[in-house]
């Protein structure tokens, strides 16, 4: 997973790897998913999938990051409340955070709606 976060970095930063690697290990540590940093994709439970993309998209230069149908990508997702948590854990940049979502996935995002 660490390659996969690092050449984000490594790429659009010319980073070098041990310096990019080091962020995505920072971030990863801000969950309290280090352990994961040595995994491979089918080692890991969606969740986790889930914050390895979040982390690449937070080190690209984009401002904005859209997240399309979160419990879709988190099939066994109870509660919204711990990820958006998270997200705004490692939201250090202030990017912009949108999540898009069917309508069937109202209810879960209660204390996120306006009247």
Not at 32 to 41: E, F, P, S, T
Not at 78 to 90: F, P, T, V
């Amino acid at each position: 997973m660490l390659e996969n976060i690092a050449i984000i970095k490594e790429v659009q930063d010319l980073l070098p790897t041990k310096q990019a690697q080091a962020e995505g290990v920072e971030l990863l540590d801000r969950l309290k998913l280090a352990h994961i940093g040595n995994l491979r994709v089918a080692q890991c439970k969606a969740e986790e999938l889930f914050y390895v993309m979040f982390i690449r998209a937070m080190m690209t230069k984009k401002n904005s990051i859209v997240i399309d149908m979160p419990y879709a990508i988190i099939y066994n997702l109870q509660d919204i409340e711990q990820i958006i948590y998270n997200i705004e854990l490692l939201n250090s940049k202030k990017k912009n955070i949108f999540i898009f979502d069917t309508l069937n996935h109202k209810t879960r995002y209660k204390n996120y709606l306006s009247s």
